[in-house]
C-alpha cells in the first residue's frame, strides 16, 4: 500500500529556510507525479506544488513561487519541497501527496511548519 | 487568481441527502474533485474528475458537475460523515491550482 512518511518540520525564524522531505513507498515513485499541500492552523488547504513523475516539469502557487523550490530524487524515493525566505503565514502542516488523475490522491500524515521569532 | 466558492456550513439529519456546491468559472472545462478531511486526520479523495469514486469510498458519496457548479452529494448521510469537505480543480490553463474554501458537514 502506498505510504507517505513526511520529515523536516519544525520551528524557523522569518526569513530563514527549511528543507522538507518526503519518503515513498508502497508504488513506483519515479512513475507519479507528486504534490505539496499544506493546512495553516485552523484553516483550509492550500495547494503548494506539483513535480512531474520525471521532475521535468513544475509548478507553483503563487503564494510561494519564487520562494519554494519542489525537487525529487527517483533513486532514493523522496520528494523535497525547498522553502526559502520563510514568513509568519507560511506556518502550516505540510502534506505530500502522490498524483493520481491529476488530483493529490494518497496523502501523508503531514509535518508542522511554525516560523516564529 | 482563480477562486473556487464553497458554502461555509452545511447540516443534515441522518439518513437525510447532504448536498455541498463549488462554484468556479472554470468548471465547465475543468474536472472537480472532493476530499473529506475528519479532525486530525489527512485529507481523503472521494471522488475525482467530476463522478468517478475511488476504491473504498462507499456508494452514497456521488459527484456532479453542470456549468460553472460542481456537486457532492451524499445520500443517506451517517454521522461517520461528519467531516470539512474541499473541492479542488484548475483554472482554464491549468496553471492555477486551487482548493476551495471548505465546507463543513454536520450530521445530528
Known amino acids: 500500500q502506498v505510504q507517505l512518511v513526511e520529515s523536516g518540520g519544525g520551528v524557523v525564524q522569518p526569513g530563514r529556510s527549511l528543507r522538507l522531505s518526503c519518503a515513498a513507498s508502497g508504488f513506483t515513485f519515479s512513475s507519479y507525479g507528486m504534490h505539496w499541500v499544506r493546512q495553516a492552523p485552523g484553516k483550509g488547504l492550500e495547494w503548494v506544488a506539483v513535480?512531474?513523475?520525471?521532475?521535468?516539469?513544475?509548478n507553483y502557487g503563487d503564494s510561494v513561487k519564487g520562494r519554494f523550490t519542489i525537487s525529487r530524487d527517483n533513486s532514493k524515493n523522496t520528494l523535497y519541497l525547498q522553502m526559502n525566505s520563510l514568513r509568519v503565514e507560511d506556518t502550516a502542516v505540510y502534506y505530500c501527496a502522490k498524483d493520481t488523475n491529476d488530483s493529490p490522491g494518497d496523502w501523508g500524515q503531514g509535518t508542522l511548519v511554525t516560523v516564529s521569532s | 487568481s482563480y477562486e473556487l466558492t464553497q458554502p461555509p456550513s452545511v447540516s443534515v439529519s441522518p439518513g437525510q441527502t447532504a448536498r455541498i456546491t463549488c462554484s468556479g468559472d472554470?468548471?465547465?472545462?475543468?474536472?472537480a474533485y472532493w476530499y473529506q478531511q475528519k479532525s486530525g486526520q489527512a485529507p481523503v479523495l472521494v471522488i475525482y474528475e467530476d463522478s468517478k469514486r475511488p476504491s473504498g469510498i462507499p456508494e452514497r458519496f456521488s459527484g456532479s458537475s453542470s456549468g460553472t457548479m460542481a456537486t457532492l452529494t451524499i445520500s443517506g448521510a451517517q454521522v461517520e460523515d461528519e467531516a470539512d469537505y474541499y473541492c479542488y480543480s484548475t483554472d482554464s490553463s491549468g496553471n492555477h491550482v486551487v482548493f476551495g474554501g471548505g465546507t463543513k458537514l454536520t450530521v445530528l
Open positions: 513535480i512531474s513523475y520525471d521532475g521535468s516539469n513544475r
Open positions: 472554470a468548471l465547465p472545462k475543468k474536472y
